[in-house]
């Protein structure tokens, strides 16, 4: 036999070397470890329970043993295997405590404990002490109970708290875990679906009389480092109490009850914090927090309803939809022939989606204004059965709103016969407020000719949304629509924030809304703009603040973190942030500049600002050239600007640009061909590229020849069909 390695991981799970781990019990744990690969979990863990009942004499090895069994009895669990005896693990952690107190492992798995058994806050203290003993050191338990906390939070709706915990679990988790969490982190933190302040990692602000209440402010930052969010809000009462009027520790208040997953109480701070600021901009920032943490009553939301079907026969079904005027298929990925009972010939399910509109396709003529574009009530989608397992096709229906969706059922109904049974009572699958709702309301155009034509029906459709929410009523404003509360003296904070509501369910929608002309038409005064220096942007800065920067007066030292901290944030307010850092080239390597070049251009298209985007890869081809960058790098720039010209219809321009990289770039670049033909065919209906033998593929050039290079994909939506946040 050869010689166990006694230095690489003790497989008890401690993260430590075997060595100085659990060596006399080595070869029993690698037995569990075995089994366990094999999920053979019950057979690892009656090993471990024999390996006690025999008896371990080194207390750190018997903790390695019972920590290695812990571990196996929740994977079998989450294995689907029997379900977890707390009792039994609660003994087993207070073994191990009173032999090892202060093995990480062991308050990781204390921690899952008890976050079982009271929740979250109950279980805040214990997640606390666990987070200050642990410090930087990265820990298989400690990190999974935590990312274990993240997603019960984010899964119960409590955003801020979820992603607090998150990024904390992703950091103590070790290098070879880490990938998958860390997934998860980037793909909350950049996901439009949740609103940006609620994606944000928030510090504490400092009081405006900082000197006065230094210590105070120090212990509250203390404790709210150390994740007992709760204690931090309550030791900033004495402050509050003293400095009423000082907002920003009702604002921070705010931040600690949200961080506890305390929304009712973080809602009450942000209010009285609106009430007590005394720049009105931050007052109103208030409210908007307040409004985003808060629940809309069940009166006044807007529900989304979902009912499933059971389909009687699929194709009879499907030839009957396709009939009726007011329906529109969807073309699906891969459209194959149904046979009689409605199933694909390659025997895999298959899906049918349909959008329900308001109105026959043949209503809406070629020309229509946005005000004539059919809208999109619902989607009813179609899954054929599987004959492997003899289950019958089913129909889900969504809507927006209980209404809505009775009429929708109707008119399916009326036209479907008896194809459609329904298998359960209609379900809510949340409301939100109804101003929110308007900008989730679809639109479907007409056949158009040109990308252009496409751009310019989406922004045509978004403008009438801006136009309809002026008219639309608001809890926040006492019920009156903005149009009406523009006059009215007491709602000027109120209508400051539902002008930031408005730009945040619009981003939420890939729009952009110009909020100072929205302002000006109220009545209100344009944002002010100031140039904060490094310390006020740390000490008083929110996201929220990213719109009262003037970027182009902003130092350069306050102007970098920023850019790194917004870097993460998928949100249009920090554009004007990341185009000054770009012009100034401020990121010292040509990776991280690459990152922000590529993420404000993405950005841009995503938000269908394609001159801006124009324009800013321009900026980015010259700069590239001045700096001698790769041919390469700025030949993939030129075809994502063919694209954004393309999107704008400017010919002239894209004639140019195509006729350059046919020319200039292509014959020196022999390893971008494909895509640089497939990007000009795409765009391009004439030209030498089209009777070019060599092979078209679309482009998919995020990577070409291994050094970086931005995304080439099509921003526009490819056919008539514009949903917002598609
Ligand atoms: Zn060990």
Not at 5 to 30: N, T
Not at 88 to 101: A, F
Not at 320 to 348: F, K, Y
Request: hydrophobic share 40%.
């Amino acid at each position: 036999m050869s010689e166990p390695d006694v230095y690489r991981m003790c497989p008890c799970g401690s993260g430590k070397k075997l060595k100085f781990c659990c060596q006399s019990v080595g070869a029993e744990l690698d037995r569990a470890a075995d089994l366990e690969e094999r999920r053979q979990f019950d057979k690892a863990i009656a090993h471990l329970e024999t390996v006690l009942q025999k008896g371990v004499r080194e207390p750190s090895a018997r903790t390695g043993v019972r920590l290695r069994l812990a571990i196996d009895l929740l994977r079998r669990e989450s294995a689907g295997g029997a379900e977890v005896d707390l009792q039994k693990l609660r003994e087993l952690v207070g073994d191990m405590i009173t032999d090892t107190p202060d093995h990480l492992e062991v308050l990781g798995i204390d921690a899952l404990l008890d976050l079982r058994e009271r929740g979250y806050p109950g279980s805040q203290k214990t997640f606390s002490t666990l987070l200050q003993k642990t410090g930087d050191h990265e820990s298989p338990c400690v990190s999974s109970a935590i990312i274990r906390l993240a997603s019960e939070l984010l899964s119960s709706g409590h955003t801020l708290a979820g992603m607090h915990f998150l990024r904390k679990g992703v950091m103590l988790t070790p290098a070879p875990g880490r990938e998958a969490p860390y997934k998860d982190l980037l793909g909350l933190l950049q996901n439009v679906d949740i609103l940006a302040p609620l994606r944000v990692n928030y510090r504490l602000m400092a009081p405006a009389n900082r000197a006065k209440h230094q210590s105070a402010f120090d212990a509250a930052q203390k404790l709210f480092g150390d994740a007992c969010f709760s204690d931090a809000a309550k030791a900033l009462i004495p402050i509050v109490r003293d400095e009423p009027t000082d907002g920003a520790i009702w604002w921070n208040m705010g931040v600690c009850h949200a961080c506890a997953a305390e929304e009712p109480l973080a809602v009450r701070a942000f209010t009285a914090g609106s009430g007590n600021f005394a720049d009105p901009e931050a007052a109103a920032d208030c409210l908007v927090m307040a409004r985003l943490l808060d629940k809309p009553s069940e009166e006044e939301q807007v529900e989304s309803v979902a009912q499933l079907f059971k389909v009687e026969m699929l194709s009879r079904l499907l030839s009957r939809l396709d009939t009726v005027p007011r329906l529109v298929r969807l073309p699906s990925a891969h459209d194959h022939d149904h046979d009689e009972d409605g199933r694909c010939a390659n025997d895999e399910p298959s899906s049918t989606s349909y959008l329900v509109l308001d109105r026959p396709m043949s209503e809406v003529p070629a020309g229509a204004t946005a005000a004539e574009f059919a809208s999109v009530l619902g989607s009813l989608d179609l899954v054929s059965g599987d004959p492997t397992d003899g289950s019958h096709a089913v129909a889900s229906l969504r809507c927006h709103g209980r209404e809505t969706f009775q009429s929708v059922l109707a008119h399916l109904l009326e036209n479907a016969g008896t194809d459609l049974i329904a298998m359960e009572e209609p379900r809510s699958l949340g409301g939100e407020f109804p101003e929110q709702a308007l900008f989730d309301q679809a639109n479907w155009f007409p056949q158009t000719q040109t990308m252009a034509q496409d751009v310019a029906a989406s922004r045509a459709a978004a403008a009438l949304q801006i136009e309809r929410w002026f008219d639309q009523p608001q809890s926040l404003l006492q019920g009156k629509s903005p149009r009406n509360a523009a006059g009215v003296p007491e709602l000027q904070i109120p209508l400051r924030a539902a002008v930031t509501l408005l730009e945040l369910f619009a981003q939420r929608r890939r729009q952009i809304v110009d909020a100072d002309s929205v302002r000006a038409r109220l009545g209100l005064p344009a944002i002010p703009r100031n140039a904060p220096t490094f310390e006020e942007l740390r000490d008083r800065g929110t996201i929220f603040s990213l719109r009262r920067l003037n970027a182009a007066a902003i130092s350069r030292d306050a102007l970098l973190p920023a850019i790194y901290e917004l870097a993460s944030i998928n949100t249009p307010w920090g554009i004007p942030l990341m185009q000054q850092a770009v012009r100034q080239q401020l990121l010292p390597d040509a990776e991280s500049r690459g990152h922000l070049e590529s993420s404000l251009t993405t950005m841009l298209e995503r938000h269908q600002e394609f001159g801006l985007c124009a324009e800013t890869i321009r900026e980015i081809i010259e700069l590239s050239r001045k700096r001698k960058s790769s041919l390469q790098s700025v030949a993939v720039w030129e075809i994502k600007l063919m694209l954004q010209l393309a999107l704008l219809g400017q010919a002239d321009e894209l004639q140019q640009v195509a006729d350059r990289v046919w020319t200039y770039y292509l014959p020196k670049l022999p390893e971008l061909r494909t895509v640089i033909l497939a990007a000009l065919r795409q765009l391009m209906p004439e030209g030498p590229w089209q009777s070019s033998d060599t092979p078209a593929q679309l482009a998919g050039a995020t990577t070409a020849g291994g050094i970086w290079t931005p995304g080439v994909e099509p921003a526009a939506p490819a056919g008539k069909l514009w949903l917002p946040g598609t």
